[in-house]
């Protein structure tokens, strides 16, 4: 009886010997996912490069967008435009916009996003170029209209950024794209200050599109998504590239091999109103649509604050120019060129466009987007009121500097929001979409900042602030909190 513990104990050492030596070589069935790989990884010089190439898009997109604001006194002065024909050539930019953001946000999901944003930097440098040769208003007008089409593949960049991004720097990363705009909006404003006196607003046009034709150079530097290929079952290509990037960054592969199952269906609008992510995207478009809303009626509003000098709600005449009092100048069509003073305020109001962007950081990565967001859409509602608040005009300016931070703000965060809650098989099209609806803001904008607020400024004001409230409970009732969460494969 004795020796019974001992066989058994024998039996038990036996087994165990017999299953290690059963146990296949280690590593050999390890498998891993592009987002294993994309996190062990980690934050290197690939990264740092991405965010420089694809970060810049945001300057050539800001010139080309920001563009018609210096040179649309030239052209009113040029074919004697009409105020509704110069608001046109906005209106069209951002119909062009929203048209082709949806068709190549499709077209990213399908085919590749490195694919679609070089095409789209061809296209918009193509017909940015052909506009400077313009030789009507109509023909201006539909150049733009393409020019706005080819920009709307811009935001492809920001996704192909998304999928390279480890979790913990995307919060960090991201927001940092901002710099990008605010430099192509400051560069557009400083060359208008000197091109357009000079030698003219079509050698501005020809001069903004050197930004887009040299990142067209440089794309090459960039891979595709792997994320992407892998959805498409072009696992060498993924794996390729994320070797790639562990070389740059001197850190290791994940042991075993890549795999992940590739994905049928890629692209399809109807994946947005999956049960899933219906309610996500209702709730996100409503926001889109509102911050676009709001960020240009900042813009538009503050031209009109400004040039109708609009303090304490009274209408104070326009103080004209002594040496300019002529026939032209009292038509409805005369030339009213930018001096130096107006270049000075545009180049102010802009730089808020960055001012809470170290306190939007902190609030996104540490209070999550949909709080983040639901804060300083509340405090953009807060500010559009406290404009009808009598003050100074450098009170005004200073709401109004305000007003274009949190606007800023509001961008920023739903941007990254959503390029993180859909996942890879239609993270593009809900790009796409978002960018659609964020156009329509935009082209009603001007009929609240230009014709409402003329004839009821409160009016105008409460019906800005009441949208961001709208916005403001949209994002705090957002189903999904992407912050620390893995990018998504599919639904």
């Not at 010139?63 to 009113?76: D, T, W």
């Amino acid at each position: 009886m004795a020796t019974a513990p001992k066989e058994a104990e024998n039996a038990i050492g036996l087994e165990e010997i017999h299953t290690e030596r059963q146990e296949p070589p280690k590593g050999e069935f390890k498998t891993f996912t592009v987002e294993e790989a994309v996190e062990t990884i980690g934050f290197g010089r690939f990264h740092i490069t991405l965010f420089l190439i694809m970060g810049s898009t945001g300057v050539a997109e800001a010139m080309e967008i920001m563009l018609i604001a210096v040179v649309s006194p030239l052209i009113r002065c040029e074919w004697q435009l009409q105020d509704w024909q110069v608001a046109l050539v906005t209106t069209m930019v951002f119909f062009g916009y929203m048209v082709f953001s949806i068709v190549l946000g499709l077209l990213a999901d399908r085919y590749g996003r490195w694919k679609i944003l070089l095409l789209s930097f061809l296209w918009a440098a193509y017909f940015s170029l052909l506009t400077s040769f313009a030789p009507s208003y109509i023909w201006f007008v539909f150049l733009r209209a393409m020019v706005g089409g080819g920009v709307s593949g811009h935001a492809q960049g920001l996704i192909i950024k998304t999928e390279f991004l480890p979790t913990k720097y995307r919060g960090y990363m991201l927001p940092l794209s901002q710099v990008f705009w605010l430099a192509g909006s400051l560069l557009i404003i400083g060359l208008a200050s000197v091109v357009n006196p000079t030698i003219g607003w079509r050698w501005l046009i020809r001069i903004a599109s050197i930004p887009g034709i040299l990142l067209i150079l440089v794309f090459k530097f960039i891979p595709e998504s792997a994320r992407y290929n892998v959805s498409t079952g072009n696992v060498a290509a993924a794996l390729a590239t994320l070797q790639r990037i562990a070389k740059m960054n001197g850190a290791a592969m994940p042991e075993g091999v890549l795999k992940e199952p590739a994905k049928e269906r890629r692209g399809r609008f109807k994946d947005l109103m999956h049960p899933k992510y219906l309610r996500t995207t209702l709730q996100i478009w409503i926001i889109w649509l509102g911050i676009a809303f709001a960020y240009y009626g900042v813009i538009l509003a503050s031209a009109e604050l400004l040039e109708r000098d609009l303090v304490c709600g009274s209408a104070a005449p326009t103080v004209q120019d002594p040496g300019n009092d002529s026939e032209e100048s009292r038509s409805p069509c005369h030339c009213h060129l930018f001096g130096p003073t107006a270049y000075q305020t545009m180049i102010i109001s802009t730089v808020g466009e960055i001012a809470l962007n170290p306190l939007n950081i902190l609030g996104i990565n540490f209070l999550g987007r949909r709080l983040s967001l639901c804060i300083t859409m509340g405090c953009t509602a807060l500010f559009f009121l406290l404009l009808n608040i009598c003050t100074s005009s450098t009170g005004m300016i200073g709401f109004l500097f305000m007003l274009r931070a949190l606007v800023s703000a509001n961008f920023n965060t739903i941007y990254i929001y959503t390029a993180e809650v859909y996942p890879t098989t239609m993270r593009a099209l809900g790009m796409g979409t978002s960018g659609s609806l964020c156009r329509v803001g935009a082209m009603v904008a001007p009929f609240i900042s230009q014709v409402l607020m003329s004839a009821s400024f409160i009016g105008a004001l409460c019906l800005f602030s009441s949208v961001c409230v709208v916005c403001a409970i949209s994002a705090f009732t957002l189903p999904i909190e992407t912050k620390g969460r893995a990018l998504q494969v599919c639904t």
